[in-house]
């Protein structure tokens, strides 16, 4: 059993900062891509960012200079620092991991919500 859980969401200002933090839990022999997702009421959700097992990261347009994701292997962790933030950017957040554990997978965490107020 693999489960993906999410930290760090909050109420913040705008041009404040967050850092949201997903670890992966269970039988995990290895994982791939982790992604972070947003979806706002009324959106569909999109992709935030993605970060590849060899740390090459791929960013939204609309966080690009302010967002950073990272990795780290050894506790199953993928991050995402968020700075100034916008009221726009005010969604629950969800990681998605690709894990290798009886087969391979991807992976959702429950959500994390942020609110960014004007």
């Known amino acids: 059993q693999v489960q993906l859980v999410e930290s760090g969401g909050g109420l913040v200002q705008a041009g404040g900062s967050l850092r949201l933090s997903c670890s992966a839990s269970g039988s995990i022999l290895g994982i791939n891509t982790l992604t972070w997702y947003r979806q706002a009421p009324g959106n569909q959700r999109e992709l935030v960012a993605s970060?590849?097992?060899?740390?090459?990261?791929n960013y939204a347009d609309f966080v690009k200079g302010r967002f950073t994701i990272s990795r780290d292997n050894a506790k199953n962790t993928v991050y995402l620092q968020m700075n100034s933030l916008k009221p726009e950017d005010t969604a629950v957040y969800y990681c998605?991991?690709?894990?290798?554990?009886?087969?391979?997978?991807?992976?959702w965490g429950q959500g994390t919500q942020v609110t960014v107020s004007s």
């Open positions: 998605n991991a690709v894990i290798l554990s009886v087969g391979s997978r991807s992976y």
């Open positions: 970060i590849g097992t060899s740390g090459r990261t």
